[in-house]
């Protein structure tokens, strides 16, 4: 079918104001364009409704067509990107808030609800929504369960699959569903919502989501310290763990990074060539007790200790840290980052790991991210239009995912496999945990029109 009976009929199916009259270019990209990742479709949808989306999906299902969902777009394994054409499914028109219910410490909100609103909301309630994933003003909230993200947070909070209680869902083919729901606990049958958590749209289409909140901590403090070498930086982060003193988030930058963000609020000391972060919430008293104790934890070793006692202050620091990706990719123009995990306890084997295949390649290389959950942002910096070294750093990007395996971890700690993971799960899963998953794959999808080309 050409794109325009694609988009004639749809439009006839859903109502022309939820059926673009062309494909717009930023539909087919999200966070790996610098990398020259791109998508091509012959239609891109805006449903209004879940039931418009049911719809859709239908329609596609009838038709063989494939179905790509897409958030905010901000994805870094080009997981909303259209690679076998088909519909782009944008959520961006489920905004609405159904309810918030402070009381019951709880949200439930549409898919296309941005993560930033989800968070303020809470807040504005007095209630904490913890998962902070980096790009919280252009993602949604379903793209976050669909990825299963992470954030500063997740050290003490864990993941976004962590806050959801239920989700409700378009399924194959072309059926709403709800799995879990408004209660806090259920065992009944498998648990599919944990399912469709981080399925990247191969699964279904998430619609609303039931989430849980928890009061929001009265204060929120930071520290940071710069130490003179990587090896004394991660030893102050297994210490500060070992230690038992409970921060809420615990990374690092190493001195690539540092060169690249090198605008910290107070400046980087002179000599640094490893930064720990780390905040400390609670009430004022446990805030600032933490803190101290993580000051004492972090000072043996370090070129200098930041630990203002302004919570605005404080949250400077981590605006600043929110920058980061931006900086290191505005050093040439191009990046290639991965987010691979390994045990907290061998970060240090990592990050060396990732300057020694960078250097092989013949390209700047650096790592930061979340040191606590020992996941890093393996990074390979290029100029944009440099196409050779793109080549060069997709083949870094292939030892980068045999490093975290051998060192006993994972080749997503949170973006997801999308497409520029796909087929290297088997790095990490036996041929019998494949046949599982691709199994699960056929029970949702049987037509693979869900994402295809995707995760697996
Ligand atoms: C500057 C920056 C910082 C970032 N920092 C972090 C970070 O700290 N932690 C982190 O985990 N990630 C981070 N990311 C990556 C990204 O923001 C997350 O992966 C985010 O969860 C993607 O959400 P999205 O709405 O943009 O999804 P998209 O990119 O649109 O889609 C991502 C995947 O989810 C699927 N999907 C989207 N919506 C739905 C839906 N409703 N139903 C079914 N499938 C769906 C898509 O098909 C795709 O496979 C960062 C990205 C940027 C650009």
Redesign the pocket.
């Known amino acids: 079918m050409t794109g325009s009976a694609a988009r004639s009929a749809l439009a006839a199916l859903l109502g022309a104001e939820s059926v673009l009259p062309n494909v717009p270019a930023h539909y087919l990209v999200?966070?790996t364009e610098s990398r020259g990742v791109r998508g091509s479709a012959e239609a891109v949808v805006l449903p209004e409704t879940a039931e418009d989306i049911a719809h859709a999906v239908a329609w596609c299902y009838e038709h063989g067509v494939p179905i790509?969902?897409?958030?905010?777009?901000?994805?870094?394994a080009g997981?909303?990107v259209p690679v076998e054409g088909g519909v782009v499914l944008g959520?961006e028109r489920l905004r609405q808030v159904r309810s918030v219910q402070p009381h019951a410490w709880r949200m439930h909100a549409e898919?296309g609800v941005p993560t930033a609103t989800v968070r303020r909301l809470a807040r504005e309630n007095g209630l904490f929504f913890p998962p902070d994933?980096?790009?919280a003003e252009?993602?949604?909230i379903?793209?976050?369960i669909?990825?299963n993200?992470?954030?500063p947070h997740a050290f003490k909070y864990g993941v976004t699959g962590e806050w959801v209680l239920g989700v409700e869902a378009v399924v194959a083919p072309g059926e709403l569903v709800t799995f879990g729901g408004p209660v806090r606990k259920d065992a009944a049958g498998y648990d599919l919502a944990s399912l469709m958590v981080g399925s990247?749209?191969t699964l279904?289409?998430?619609?609303t989501a039931w989430l849980r909140l928890i009061p929001a901590p009265e204060a929120t403090l930071s520290v940071a310290a710069f130490y003179p070498t990587l090896e004394r930086g991660c030893e102050a982060v297994a210490e500060v763990i070992e230690s038992g003193v409970a921060v809420a988030a615990l990374e690092f930058l190493d001195g690539g990074t540092l060169t690249a963000a090198h605008s910290f609020p107070g400046g980087v000391p002179q000599g640094a060539a490893f930064l720990v972060l780390a905040n400390a919430d609670g009430s004022f008293a446990e805030a600032a007790r933490v803190r101290d104790e993580a000051v004492e934890v972090f000072r043996p070793g370090a070129l200098r200790v930041d630990a203002p006692s302004e919570q605005k202050a404080a949250a400077a620091i981590w605006s600043w840290r929110d920058g980061v990706?931006?900086a290191v990719t505005a050093r040439h123009g191009g990046k290639l980052s991965e987010d691979i995990v390994v045990p907290f306890e061998r970060l240090q084997e990592a990050i060396e790991g990732t300057l020694e295949i960078g250097a092989r390649y013949g390209l700047e290389a650096c790592s930061w991210g979340h040191a606590g959950d020992g996941n890093l942002h393996s990074t390979f910096m290029f100029a944009r239009e440099d196409e050779e070294a793109v080549v060069r750093a997709e083949a870094g990007a292939e030892e980068l995912f045999s490093l975290a395996v051998a060192l006993g971890g994972s080749i997503s700690g949170?973006?997801?496999i999308?497409l520029t993971k796909r087929g290297r799960l088997a790095l990490q899963w036996s041929p019998r945990g494949l046949a599982l998953h691709r199994a699960v794959k056929q029970a949702f999808d049987p037509e693979n029109l869900l994402?295809p080309g995707?995760k697996l």
């Open positions: 999200d966070a790509v969902p897409r958030g905010g777009g901000t994805g870094f997981g909303a959520l898919a994933p980096g790009a252009q993602s949604h379903g793209g976050n669909a990825t993200a992470g954030g990247e749209g279904g289409v998430i619609t990706s931006l949170e973006h997801g999308g994402n995707k």
